[in-house]
């Protein structure tokens, strides 16, 4: 992350496509992180917003507190964005968004429903409606955007980040069973009855077992889904190409990394890995090519045979890497 502002933007699915996307989810859940993207990256492009590319990282999420099948996508936006012709960092010209409501809004309904008649038109998404009854269907209105003010505390951004990533649709604190009504109770949030400035109030759903087993399987993702991505100055390849023109001010202090060292060090109790020879802890890596005669007689011949009961050591030609030093 930079040491710039972040803003929290969630984009979300209306409930009209929930259909839709249960018959095609990796479709529809890849259109949601590209046309998120695209809004964000085309408004922030133009001078009158920010005039600049910003870094995006988005966290899809299914779920709403209650477990409803709700798709939205959480996104950190960075408050501003780095522009390659005049190698300077711009910031948004309004105090507390990138864009306006409207256009934020107006952009992503465009782009989904533009890509989304493409992709049913080519055959990609499979749907009982056509898109032109799809869209009919869908009502005249905004598609909610939700963008809240920024924030410069970083430290707190990135542990919001990071439980947002690792989050799941329910923990075992929120539910039990009622082994007398033979029902599963949910706890959640009411956000309903959310008044402003506090928090919300909790609210239970009860279900069946069967009910309450859909409910939480509706929310597992496709086989090899990525449910966070990184966009613009957070994409490693963009990161690496122009993290030598970016301005040093924006740029976050690099004890990231330090800092897990020191922490792993002190819980393993262990030092970092050195020569017994010399002490040295300068190393570097070669890979070794597989040997095709080893690897074939070693495979067959451990084809009915369980792992071995201890650690033991490869023989010549075997596949891994060598450290030298």
């Known amino acids: 992350m930079l040491q710039v502002p972040y803003c929290h933007i969630t984009f979300t ?8 996307a249960r018959r095609n989810p990796w479709q529809v859940y890849n259109l949601m992180f590209y046309s ?24 899809l999420h299914t779920w709403g507190s209650d477990l409803k099948y709700h798709i939205h996508l959480h996104c950190l936006v960075t408050f501003g964005g780095y522009n390659e012709q005049d190698g300077q960092w711009h910031w948004p010209k309004r105090k507390r968004k990138i864009a306006r409501y409207r256009k934020l809004s107006g952009k992503y309904r465009g782009i989904f429903l533009k890509k989304l008649k493409k992709l049913m038109k080519s055959g990609q998404v499979d749907y009982h409606q056509s898109y032109e009854e799809l869209e009919s269907s869908l009502p005249k209105k905004r598609w909610v955007v939700n963008h809240q003010w920024p924030t410069a505390e970083t430290k707190v951004i990135e542990e919001y980040l990071g439980r947002y990533i690792c989050r799941i649709g329910i923990s075992n604190k929120r539910l039990s069973y009622d082994k007398n009504g033979q029902n599963v109770c949910i706890e959640y ?44 100055l957070h994409a490693a390849p963009t990161y690496k190409r122009l993290e030598g023109r970016l301005p040093s001010i924006v740029k976050q202090e690099g004890a990231t990394v330090r800092t897990v060292i020191q922490i792993l060090r002190a819980l393993l109790q262990e030092e970092p890995y050195c020569c017994e020879g010399c002490s040295g802890t300068d190393f570097r890596e070669e890979l070794l090519p597989p040997d095709p005669v080893y690897t074939r007689y070693h495979v067959l011949r451990n084809a009915r045979r369980g792992p071995p009961a201890g650690p033991t050591r490869a023989p010549s030609g075997t596949p891994g890497s060598l450290k030298a030093h």
């Open 13 to 20: 699915l209306p409930h009209d496509l929930n259909g839709l």
């Open 36 to 59: 998120a993207w695209q809004t964000v990256r085309r408004l922030c492009k133009k001078p009158k917003n920010v005039g600049g590319l910003p870094g995006m990282s988005a966290v």
């Open 189 to 232: 949030n009411n956000y309903r009855e959310q008044k402003v400035g506090e928090p919300a109030p909790k609210a239970y759903r009860h279900m069946e077992p069967l009910a309450a087993i859909h409910q939480i399987l509706q929310h597992q993702l496709p086989p090899y889904f990525q449910r966070s991505r990184h966009y613009g």
